[in-house]
């Protein structure tokens, strides 16, 4: 039996992937959640999720999904812009968020027959704990976005733009592109939990910017980003957070092949060239290559401009993300899907070869002659 649901359908499908055995061969959760509270708090509000998980309403379709045996072949799709189920509530974010979670926190806390499923997928589709542990240092995390905002900062110093001289200042603002059109999966780039972030620093720094109790303002902004400000959480990184996590897990989207073919106009940072645009992010490995080429022929003048060090951070951690290792042998299948048509819209041609491609592979339908 396979399994095809939409929307709250998933609900169904997760607990039949988990509880029908042997039964269910295929399951397909199309733009589905993670669970209903999640996705009442952030379709109506925080009250609407605690309105929800009070009288029982869970639904945890993360738990059906990642707790199935490893003979049922799960396929998930989303739409980052979808309408009604927030990207942060999707199925995919949660997948993700509970899988790196229990990688990082050690596979010995699972118990159980679904706790063994778990630890199975988990060690299948990502690395070893000690090579993405450094997802819990939040302070870490927080000082690479605090390193982006700095080079989108940058370009409104005064002190900067004179010390660079524009034709530098001009390759900064490439480099932000690139940054914020770094590829993530499911046609999210990097850029929108950096945007998020930019935001609440702007907030952050306005209340920085009010007369303190002695009636003189703290004006610095460096000064409230030490780590006792970090940990209260006050400037949020749960999106760029769960951005990462997804990276880990279901890989990038494009690869620098079809990056490079694409026919859109070329972005020159230290006379190389790529492709970038919400429809065209640019891959991980192009960022890493132009960052550090940009380091390499302007280093003395980032230094003089005190850029150099977000520069250094920018990079340690992109290095980072590309610790993506995916056994090519392994038990279990499961798989993403990114759409582009919204809650209730059709898949278009790509997106169904995509599907078509998974049943075949699970032997639901018979592929091409050879």
Known sequence: VGVHAESIGGVVACHLARVAKDNISFVVADRTFA????????????????????IGWHANNVDGFIAAPASVYRVVTCDPNDEIISHLASLKVGIARELVGVATKGISNQTGEDGARVCELTEEYLPPMSSIEWINDDIGIEKFAHACIRFVDSQKDEVTNETLGPRLMFEIQEVVKVLWFTDGKCGL??????????????????????????????????????PEHLENNQARIHTLKDW??????????INTSKATSANMRPLHITKASTVYGPDHPVPLETTLSLLRTFRTEHGLNLERAKLMDPLEI??????????????ANRQNNIALIPLTCGHNGRMNSEEEAQLLKHMEKAGWVAGPPR
């Open 244 to 253: 990462i996590c997804c990276l880990l897990l279901w890989g990038p989207t």
């Open 314 to 327: 920018i990079i340690e951690m992109l290095e980072r993300f590309t610790t993506v290792n995916i056994p």
């Open 189 to 226: 780039p990097m850029g929108v939990p950096l945007t998020e972030y930019y935001n609440t620093l702007k907030e952050l720094e306005m209340l920085v910017a009010q007369p303190t109790e002695g009636g003189s303002p703290q004006t610095s902004l460096d000064s409230v980003l030490q």
């Open 35 to 54: 669970d209903l509270p999640s996705t009442a708090s952030h379709l109506v509000g925080a009250w609407a999720g605690k309105a929800v998980r009070s």
